[in-house]
T-cell receptor
């Protein structure tokens, strides 16, 4: 059974600082997703990572995937207040099709 | 515009009542999904449908039912058997259920009063 764990679950950081959110998964996964969720809203797709060593960047966010370590990271560079949200990683196994197993989410607060 | 429409946005249910959440997509996707989100938690899969007239239970199907009579529609009924139905419900769809990205609707917040 595929399980996904994120840490930290809560992250409070100052504007301008860097930080990394970690996502570990328990069994083979061939797709790893990162989503952003604002309070009361749906999920916004940020990144899709499909292969070992994949790295994707958009603005101040960069995601990477290490399938051997079963680890994905979401790195935040020079945080700004607008990045405050909850970030989820989700994984799909080769047998689960497009059905996703989600982590608990990381609630990020960026303080001025 | 193509997309996934969930309605209503907010829904209140009295204990013992069944309620139905609507999910419609005009993306011509074969696969559709229902997820439940509780406060401070990730999403959990309730039911999914790989193709019209077919659906399977997900991880937390007890107390829920679905139908898939049309390709574009996948309504979810929360029955009185669901002990703790208050949650945020998200519908999603994907081109197929094989390794394709899922897209999410805006969600329905259900509250039991």
């Amino acid at each position: 059974e595929l399980k996904v764990e994120q840490n930290p679950l809560f992250l409070s950081m100052q504007e301008g600082k860097n930080y990394t959110i970690y996502c570990n998964y328990s069994t083979t996964s061939d797709r790893l997703y990162w989503y952003r969720q604002d309070p009361g809203k749906s999920l916004e797709s940020l990144f899709v990572l499909l292969s070992n060593g994949a790295v994707k960047q958009e603005g101040r966010l960069m995601a990477s995937l290490d399938t051997k370590a079963r680890l994905s990271t979401l790195h935040i560079t020079a945080a700004v207040h607008d990045l405050s949200a909850t970030y989820f990683c989700a994984a799909a196994s080769p047998t689960s099709g497009s059905r996703l197993t989600f982590g608990e989410g990381t609630q990020l607060t960026v303080n001025p | 515009d193509g997309g996934i429409t969930q309605s209503p946005k907010y829904l209140f249910r009295k204990e013992g009542q069944n309620v139905t959440l609507s999910c419609e997509q005009n993306l011509n996707h074969d696969a559709m999904y229902w997820y439940r989100q509780d406060p401070g938690q990730g999403l959990r899969l309730i039911y999914y449908s790989q193709i019209v007239n077919d659906f399977q239970k997900g991880d937390i199907a007890e107390g829920y039912s679905v139908s898939r009579e049309k390709k574009e529609s996948f309504p979810l009924t929360v029955t009185s058997a669901q002990k703790n139905p208050t949650a945020f419900y998200l519908c999603a769809s994907s081109i197929t259920d094989v390794n394709t990205e899922a897209f999410f609707g805006q969600g329905t917040r259900l509250t039991v009063v």
